[in-house]
């Protein structure tokens, strides 16, 4: 590696300061390795949703503001100018401009081979696609007619809508950029179908997988997968400073090791880590505490922004007749859900300190209503066994398990990632209840991928996860994950597919409940008044509290975070959310550093000067 520029030659011209007034933050140290575990190669993608940089981010009290950007002008909410930062550069050294927009839409977006299923829905409003005005080096211009209140959003999630390529770098893999030739000799040899899987390969940057790719983040792969360690080192060319004039991050490099999400906790509570929050359960407490002193870290608690740390999904989209004849029907849902014993789940689990209850909105947002917490989860079996027999399920065979209309036991197969132990427990106690109301449960664990493959696909009748992703919500956030509007909803995956491609794929919603939840999201996406915007958000959440279409089971559990001892600016209370929050992206561990001593891995700090004028 060549040695680098100056520093005020790597910065932009005006760089992002981050300040720690009115904050517990400190003004940090170069140096060390942060060490943490993944569960998989994977999960490189995490250091693209810990440091967090986006054109525009959420902060930490989920405020949307200017990043990469260093200011974006609104217009009635339809129109969005980006000022890029002069001199900003990718972490390879070439500049960061309007040209990577430009690329993005002409040649990514805008091709039909590239993008077969056109463009992503956040750009799209009403069918209308936006105006693209690359105004100059510096200065980018989205536009539609009507306001996009997601457009600003899409661009801070966790998993983020990326409007620019590093045009420099994928050009070599465009057909209209590189010689013919050329380009099938570079598909022959990476054993790729043609020039656009070519291309998609080598432009994948939330999956962080691509040593060669540049990328904007804090920190840079330099391990190609796969691999048992990656190691990410210091970008550069990161855009932000601290309020002293020093680049940021602090940390050196970041050290991944892959291990199986079941021994991560053992592997944390013996100090193997400095950060650690993935597979870590509340189960795990005991442990990790026990281990404190011993190892030189401490157990934090974070709050949870989940409706529900545990919850089951039927899928209405099952492909099995019977069943999907049966889950679609509101009391069905309701009896399963009447059936199980929160209270003894919560002793059992979690100590008695979860809130039992529905997958909704948490007391601390304003939206929250405590029916919405209670209906249809009081633990009735005599009800619960009067709704079934009502549906005709009213035939047993001699095992005391009822029969379904065909003659064939009711098993309901719950599946599971087998990411997470509680998971396990919990079901372990719900096939106890449920068995009393005639029902045989069986858990069928499996990998994340063929998971979420099967619910796509109609396979799976019931799966577990947890709740919803923001149950902290106002009347001004999108009420979306209530509606079928995402293939990612597990409990009705072929509707959302529906949804996400504008009808080309999956089923459109055949009940009238689901296709209310779809007209009351399109009218809080058509209103800016924000009393309207509580009146729709109310009215969905009262349906999704009388359809039971998931089924919670406890909430309030919180996140567990192992932090070691020498690692500053953790915060000691937070909200853990993926979405707003990018889980530590809105914390912004580029600001976390070492105190001494450092590791014995720890680079010399790179050189500090004043920023450009």
């Known amino acids: 590696m060549g040695k680098l520029p100056p520093i005020v ?117 009403d069918g209308e696609r936006p105006t693209v005005d690359i105004i100059d080096d510096t200065t980018v211009r989205y536009s539609w007619s009507k306001p ?40 022959k040899a990476s054993g790729q179908r043609n020039w656009v899987a070519l291309h998609y390969n080598h432009d994948r940057a939330y999956r962080n997988d691509n040593v060669d790719a540049p990328t904007l983040q804090p920190w840079v792969l330099k391990t190609k997968p796969p691999a048992d360690r990656f190691e990410f080192v210091r970008n550069p060319y990161f855009h932000r400073i601290d309020q002293v004039g020093h680049q940021l991050p602090y940390i050196d490099r970041v050290a991944m090791t892959i291990a199986s999400s079941k021994l991560i906790p053992a592997k944390a509570g013996s100090g193997e880590v400095d950060l650690q929050s993935r597979n870590l359960n509340f189960s795990n407490y005991t442990f990790l505490k026990q281990g404190e002193k011993r190892n030189n870290f401490t157990v934090r608690g974070w709050t949870s922004s989940r409706g529900a740390k545990i919850a089951l999904y039927p899928n209405l989209n099952v492909k099995d007749d019977v069943w999907r004849a049966l889950v679609r029907k509101p009391n069905f849902r309701r009896a399963i859900s009447m ?63 009822r029969l379904l209309p065909d003659g064939r036991e009711a098993v309901i197969i719950v599946e599971t990632a087998g990411e997470d132990t509680e998971q396990t427990d919990v079901l372990g106690l719900i096939r106890e209840d449920w068995q009393k109301i005639g029902l045989k449960l069986l858990i069928k664990p499996m990998q994340r991928e063929v998971f979420r493959r099967r619910i796509f696909s109609g396979t799976t009748l019931m799966s577990v996860w947890s709740g919803i992703e923001n149950a902290l919500p106002n009347a001004a956030l999108s009420p979306a994950e209530f ?32 296709k209310e939840l779809l007209v009351l999201n399109q009218a809080w996406n058509e209103t800016r008044d924000l009393k309207q915007q509580q009146k729709i958000w109310q009215r969905m959440l009262d349906i999704q509290t009388e359809q039971m279409f998931t089924i919670g089971l406890v909430a ?12 500053h600016n953790v915060p000691n209370k937070a909200v853990y959310s993926w979405k707003p929050g990018a889980l530590f992206g809105v914390h912004r561990p580029d600001t976390f550093w070492f105190s001494a001593p450092l590791s014995a891995t720890t680079q010399s700090p790179v050189d500090v000067g004043k920023t450009r004028p």
Do not use: C
Request: proline fraction near 6%; charge should be neutral.
């Open 9 to 125: 030659d790597r910065l932009p011209v005006t760089p992002l300061t981050i300040s720690f007034e009115g904050t517990r933050k400190t003004v940090g140290r170069y140096g060390g390795t942060l060490r943490t575990l993944g569960g998989q190669s994977k999960d490189t993608r995490l250091l693209v949703v810990y440091g967090y940089a986006r054109l525009v981010g959420y902060s930490d009290t989920f405020e949307l503001k200017a990043d990469l950007a260093q200011r974006v002008d609104i217009v009635e909410g339809r129109t969005f100018t980006f000022h890029l930062r002069k001199g900003h550069r990718w972490s390879d050294g070439e500049p960061f401009t309007s040209e990577d927009f430009r690329y993005y839409w002409q040649d990514v977006a805008s091709n039909t081979e590239l993008s077969a299923f056109g463009i992503p829905r956040a750009l799209m409003v």
């Open 148 to 187: 996009n209140p997601f457009f600003l959003p899409a661009l801070a999630a966790a998993q983020p809508l990326y409007i620019y390529r590093p045009a420099h770098y994928l050009k070599a893999f465009h057909t209209d950029y590189t010689d013919a030739a050329k380009l099938q000799d570079m598909v």
């Open 339 to 401: 059936s199980i014993n929160r209270h003894d789940i919560n002793l059992a689990v979690f100590y008695g300190l979860a809130i039992e209850g529905n997958n909704t909105v948490l007391p601390g947002s304003p939206l929250f209503k405590p029916h919405y917490r209670n209906q249809w989860t009081e633990y009735a079996p005599d009800k619960a066994n009067a709704l079934l027999d009502a549906l005709g399920l009213d035939q047993r065979n001699d095992n005391g398990i």
């Open 483 to 514: 509606a079928p509007t995402s293939q990612q909803q597990l409990q009705w995956p072929s509707w959302g597919l529906n949804f996400e491609t504008n009808m080309r794929m999956g089923e459109e919603p055949d009940i009238p409940a689901a």
């Open 556 to 567: 309030g559990v919180s996140q567990l975070v192992v932090v070691n001892n020498r690692l």
